[in-house]
């Protein structure tokens, strides 16, 4: 499955850009923007604006409402397009590969740099249910997506940037709008790695990681199974760190419990592996 975005990538003008940049500064205050404030909002003749709106419509990456919301609205495609393009500008990247991973709230593809390092792109999808239309998936966006989704790739990058490369984490490149870039990895989450020979080792090199997180005043806060990627040479990465607190929140000490029972939960289950919730948890130290 490719990207809608980077499908039409280069079919895509500057003026289209133009267009979908003056609806996203729209997007803030309208949720969808009225044809008759389109001529305000969009420095360009009315025409043009007719024009280049039908090809936006064509690509997907608007939406034309009718009856109740006559006017428009970007899609999420266009926020991708939007993100895509100012990355290529700033020259972190040049090209789009595959998907690696398309989930409920992030699609994740693989490109690469001016500089031929290959990266992973994340474009944070939060709040959007989606459905299959034939081969491909239409997002159905709920009013507040793109502002969820824009903090998530934020605080990620964010958390990226204070803990790498202390802890195993992918290395953080760039954000832009919704859309987080870090280095490539190669691995499989641990909860689909059909056997670990020494599965100790690997529970405390992960602990270890997340003791070192906490040193570091951080709290991953969505820790289990799925966020935990053993490296083809067996070391272990931790991903996916959004939802991060400071070890300062009010309900830190819960959000670290959480986390080192679901990887305990799971070495339990899956290798019969006894560790003492409390004694971990005293290991920990600020
Ligand atoms: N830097 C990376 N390099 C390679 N693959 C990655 C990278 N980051 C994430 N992935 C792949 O994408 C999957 C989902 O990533 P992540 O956990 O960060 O997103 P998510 O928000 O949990 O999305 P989902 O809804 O798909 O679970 C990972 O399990 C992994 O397979
Ligand atoms: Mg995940």
Redesign the pocket.
Known sequence: MTLKAIEIFHDVEEKDIELLSDLEEAASRFEWIPEDRLSKIIDLPEQDIEYRLDRLNKFELVERGIAKYRGYRILPPGFDLLALNSLVQRDVLEAFGIA?????????Y?AITPEEKR??V?F??LGLTFTRLKEKRSYRPKHGWIDASKK?ARR?FEVLEKIYPDVEV?EPIAFDRHVLV????????LEEVAEIDYPEPVLDEILRNVKESYKLGIIHG?LSE??V?IKPNGEVLI????QWEPVTHPEADDLLRRDVKSILSFFRRKFQIERELETVLEEFEK
């Open positions: 690696l991973g398309i989930g409920k709230e992030a699609d994740i693989d990266v992973a994340k944070n999808r998530a990620e992918p870090t280095g490539l990895i190669e691995g499989e989450e969505d799925h966020n990627i991903i996916d760190w959004p």
